[in-house]
């Protein structure tokens, strides 16, 4: 018995060192090498349809890795030295590397002037008719300077605006629902509209775009949020404003060498045409 | 108070009716629309093409449980044996709590420790993003510990303990008596702890997801990412409508047939006990 254990263990500890030995085989220059690890969000996010149209990637590789949440996407990339990822602009962190994409840095000001072009609205969709008088001075303080300011403190690009916002002492209830990227800022815009306007209360339901555009539309909520543009069937019912736009950021690990891609080099690696890293180096 | 009793025990019953009713409901139909075979044997999951096939999550679902199973089973059935014969008091008072600990932390904090430690170990020895069938068995197989712990620890006590020293004084070893008498006789108790770890194991969710990769394609090796059912509908709930969101009601229907399977086999192997356990009332 005590044999038999020795002699598994032994061959496990051998086993070990023969794999750690035979798997250095970064390039000698210090330049990234190896398969690449694609990680990608999931079919139906607002992140995903807007980068899979901006970078017109017909089907994402099937052996890309699949996440749900943007702090997994940024954890894994944090660990692994040959992932690549794409998360909103306003939730990077120091963890990871943002690309520069086709030769230009993805930063608020170049999402705002228009030459990075990696990025895309964030929507407030309502019933244009039967939206209560809270609800459509709440729109008013979004896009108002003010409402605009907020939208900028939080890491966003805002939108061109030149009207005053004036409290109006209204009160009532205001409920959204929605998408997830939209939730974080619409929250921090109605706790400031909340303090100018005590009387009112308001609820937000992260719940993802498309669950937000059809609860407005069944009515069980004002204002639906969506971290894309609405879509035909969905603008029937419904009318929208933008309040900000997001750029999307494409990310890597720290260790890693490359530091700009172009959107063609991009798409061949979500669609899974560049696989290796050597790919990109050379 | 007869009445209060009775109400209590519907309670639960209801629960199990009604998700069987809202599950069969939309599911039903959703996998009549896409066609039943072209649903379970379908490989190819696109929901924006309308392609819904989930046979490489069934067959995700089956091998993540299994390499749990490889790996929990034998070390919970032996700790069991330790606990059982060989675990001096002192220490005793320290496994127990550690093992019913075990049981009591949140399923996130498993993924969540997993993703960051378990997952770069993975790196370094796979040669591969570190996510994937092993990393995901090896952390399903921790979190089946406890269930297999202790439902082989009280299946070995509630055996005979004259088999144990009948064996002991014929002259056999510790270790033989315990695997070729105790066993036997706790044999039902054992394999329903096995089985309850198989219904955990296929259930898990959030650990899962996080560790596992996520890919809808069928694994190349044991270090390959694949996506469980279980993982299929967390992450696509929030963002699915119309068939979409039915394609992933009905994966909840298979599923849910699964985890029958499992406890019917449940039930049949404590089915004699139970005749046994009625007669003796």
């Given at each position: 018995m005590k044999k038999l254990i020795a002699t598994v263990l032994m061959a496990a500890m051998l086993l070990t060192g023969l794999v750690s030995c035979s798997?250095?085989?970064?390039?000698q220059d210090g330049s990234i090498s190896g398969e690449i690890t694609v990680i990608s969000r999931e079919e139906g996010s607002g992140t995903r349809d807007a980068f899979v149209e901006l970078f017109e990637i017909?089907?994402?590789?099937?052996?890309a890795e699949i996440t749900e949440k943007t702090s997994v996407m940024l954890t894994s990339v944090a660990g692994n030295k040959r992932a690549i990822g794409y998360v909103s602009l306003g939730s990077i962190s120091d963890e990871v590397k943002v690309l520069a994409v086709d030769g230009v840095n993805a930063t608020a000001e170049n999402v705002k002037n228009g030459t990075y072009k990696v990025s895309r609205n964030f929507n407030l969709a309502y019933k244009?008719?039967?939206?209560s008088e809270v609800a459509k001075d709440f729109l008013k303080f979004v896009l108002s300077e003010e409402g605009q300011k907020i939208v900028e403190e939080e890491g966003y690009i805002s939108v061109d605006t030149n009207e005053k916002y004036k409290a109006s002492g209204l009160s009532g209830k205001i409920s959204l629902a929605g998408s997830t990227s939209v939730g974080p800022v619409a929250e921090v815009l109605l706790e400031a509209y909340c303090e100018l306007n005590p009387g009112v209360e308001f609820d937000v339901q992260q719940t993802g775009s498309s669950a937000g555009m059809t609860s407005t539309i069944e009515g069980a909520c004002d204002i639906g949020m969506a971290s894309r543009n609405l879509k035909d069937s969905e603008k029937e019912t419904l009318t929208s404003a933008t309040i900000a736009v997001d750029g999307i950021a494409v990310v890597v690990n720290v260790?890693?060498?490359?530091e700009a891609l172009t959107s063609e080099q991009i798409k061949n690696i979500f669609t899974g045409?560049?696989?290796?890293?050597s790919e990109i180096v050379e | 108070m007869k009445v209060v009793f009775l109400l209590c025990a519907l309670c639960s019953v209801a629960a199990v009716a009604a998700i069987c009713i809202f599950l069969f409901a939309r599911g039903v139909p959703a996998i009549a629309e896409i066609g039943p075979l072209k649903f379970i044997f379908g490989t190819k999951w696109k929901p924006t093409q309308q392609l819904f096939g989930i046979l490489p999550m069934i067959v995700g679902s089956i091998y993540v449980t299994a390499g749990a199973m490889v790996i929990g089973a034998p070390i919970g059935i032996l700790t069991a044996v330790f606990l059982y014969k060989y675990c001096p008091v002192k220490v005793y008072r320290f496994v127990k709590p550690a093992v019913n600990l075990l049981a009591g932390i949140p399923s996130i904090v498993y993924g969540f420790f997993a993703l960051v430690v378990i997952v770069p170990i993975m790196q370094i020895l796979s040669?591969?993003?570190?996510?994937?069938m092993l990393t995901a068995s090896i952390v399903l197989g921790l979190m089946i510990l406890p269930t297999i712990i202790s439902t082989t620890e009280s299946a070995l006590k509630s055996a005979d303990i004259s088999y144990f020293e009948g064996s002991l004084a014929l002259g056999a070893t510790k270790e033989r008596s315990i695997f070729a008498s105790v066993f036997p006789a706790a044999r039902s108790g054992i394999l329903s702890g096995i089985i309850l770890g198989v219904g955990r194991a296929i259930g898990e969710t959030m650990a899962v997801v996080m560790i596992i990769?996520?890919?809808t394609v069928f694994p190349k090796t044991i270090f390959s990412g694949i996506r469980t059912m279980t993982a299929n509908i967390v992450l696509e709930m929030a963002y699915a409508e119309g068939l979409h969101l039915d394609a992933l009601i009905a994966t909840a229907v298979v599923l849910f047939v699964f985890i029958m399977i499992i406890n019917l086999s449940f039930s049949c192997i404590k089915g004699n006990e139970m005749k046994q356990g009625v007669k003796n009332k």
């Open positions: 798997n250095s085989n970064d390039n017909e089907e994402i590789y099937e052996v244009e008719n039967g939206l260790e890693n060498t490359v045409e560049i696989t290796d890293w | 040669d591969t993003s570190g996510k994937g990769g996520n890919q």
